[in-house]
């Protein structure tokens, strides 16, 4: 894959998944297809910066911006133009109207490899997602798009939690813009955050859970501490489930859309 790759991750309404779609999918696709190396990603989001919480992942170089009281449209411009792969994690509400005006402004749309657009499963998420393609598209008409349905429950039918997405915005786009891929909740997601990395790379540790329980029992180890150590081994094993059943057919998709 062409290192040069850049994904911007939009949406203008806030909690539909982004920053979540830009560290455990994007970046670690990313990562992925260019021998592991780290990818940057870029927040832009004056409202709710996040903390670093990926300080021991290989995948991700977390990177804050901000996004007024700068130059925005230079600092975009080094960051499109930066001979690398990256995603740029933008912000809700006003973080969306100055990055889009500043990219628009740059004359710069062009080199983006791909614009995605979470939503979660309601109504206004699937209209202010519907207004975010019109802007897109109207700006650039050849940048490929695809949609995260983020926050999925895996006990319902998608067509059925997403019913929004599917009766509304499937219909009002174009047919070589119906792309989508799945993000299912899942603690995880969370556990891995804690352990500084992303569900990905967590996926391929090792770490033997059962040797360390048997260990602890040997040692009269409370309650507590086995119970916390047999925890960590059943989230490991929803590791790696996560990666095969919702992280490896979304890289599918992605290298369909972006690969070389």
């Not at 999918?25 to 004056?46: G, Q």
């Not at 059962?210 to 989230?235: F, P």
Request: proline share 3%; glycine share 2%; with cysteine.
């Amino acid at each position: 894959m062409n290192k040069n790759k850049k994904i911007v991750v939009i949406n203008n309404k806030g909690g539909v998944g982004k920053t979540t779609s830009s560290n455990e999918l994007f970046a670690p696709f990313l990562s992925f297809e260019n021998n592991m190396e780290p990818t940057i990603v870029y927040e832009f989001d004056e409202e709710n910066l996040h903390d670093v919480k990926y300080k021991k992942s290989e995948c991700v170089k977390f990177l804050p911006q901000k996004i007024t009281n700068c130059d925005l449209e230079d600092n975009i411009m080094n960051i499109l133009l930066e001979d690398s792969h990256s995603v740029i994690d933008i912000g809700a509400n006003k973080s969306t109207t100055y990055f889009l005006e500043a990219l628009e402004k740059s004359a710069l749309d062009q080199i983006i490899s791909l614009v995605a657009i979470p939503i979660s499963d309601g109504e206004q998420d699937t209209l202010n997602a519907r207004n975010i393609y019109r802007k897109i598209r109207s700006m650039n008409s050849d940048v490929p798009i695809i949609f995260v349905l983020s926050r999925y429950n895996p006990s319902r039918e998608l067509e059925y939690q997403f019913d929004y997405f599917f009766e509304v915005l499937i219909p009002y786009i174009e047919k070589r813009d119906r792309n989508w891929v799945v993000l299912n909740d899942s603690d995880s997601i969370k556990f891995a955050k804690r352990e500084g990395t992303t569900v990905f790379e967590l996926s391929y540790d090792r770490t033997d859970y059962k040797s360390i329980i048997n260990d602890a029992l040997k040692k009269k180890k409370s309650k507590k501490k086995i119970k916390e150590i047999s925890k960590k081994h059943k989230l490991l094993q929803d590791t790696i489930k996560y990666r095969r059943d919702v992280l490896t057919p979304a890289f599918n998709k992605l290298k369909e859309l972006i690969g070389d």
